[in-house]
């Protein structure tokens, strides 16, 4: 039996990739929104510094996760591909880190930029579900009902995560 070709798993984005981009989005969303009471200027900060050290910690699991798997073979090629599969992490934070910077500098209230900020990251962990939903489901009926409950999981996911901060 063949293959249906329009439900194969996309090659176009790494596995791992698609992985970092959506735990850096729901640490990132939940983040801003956890501090929305503080000033833009100490968002920006913690948001960019704490993306850079979870990076960082990812960075660092996959170089000892290497080093166990592949030993000596463990090469540069090797941390050049863990490298680009966790870029996804470092940038994540990104998007709202610039949104709430319009804050910073006076071009909106702080409020509407945590707001946008955070809808962006909701948006975008909605999307990722629909395309994982594209990916995994046959009907067009399934795909919404399969991106809608990824979607609402990593909005609930983001929920958590602001309770879990207070």
Avoid at 41 to 46: A, E, G, L, M, Y
Avoid at 92 to 111: M, T
Avoid at 132 to 154: C, D, F, K, N
Wanted: proline share 4%; hydrophobic share 55%; no cysteine.
């Amino acid at each position: 039996m063949e293959a249906d070709p329009a439900h194969a798993p996309d090659r176009r984005i790494d596995p791992h990739s698609f992985e970092a981009a959506i735990y850096g989005t729901i640490i990132a969303t939940a983040l801003v929104a956890a501090q929305r009471h503080e000033t833009p200027r100490d968002i920006v900060v913690t948001l960019l510094g704490a993306t850079v050290v979870l990076w960082l910690a990812h960075m660092w699991t996959g170089l000892v996760v290497g080093r166990v798997e592949h030993g000596p073979r463990f090469s540069r090629a090797k941390v050049a591909e863990l490298f680009h599969q966790e870029r996804a992490l470092l940038t994540s934070g990104l998007l709202p880190a610039l949104i709430v910077a319009l804050a910073w500098v006076d071009w909106v209230e702080r409020d509407t930029a945590v707001a946008i900020a955070v809808v962006a990251g909701l948006v975008e962990l909605t999307a990722w579900g629909f395309y994982a939903a594209r990916a995994s489901e046959t009907t067009i009926g399934a795909r919404l009902v399969a991106g809608l409950v990824y979607g609402a999981l990593g909005v609930g996911i983001v929920a958590l995560e602001i309770v879990a901060s207070h």
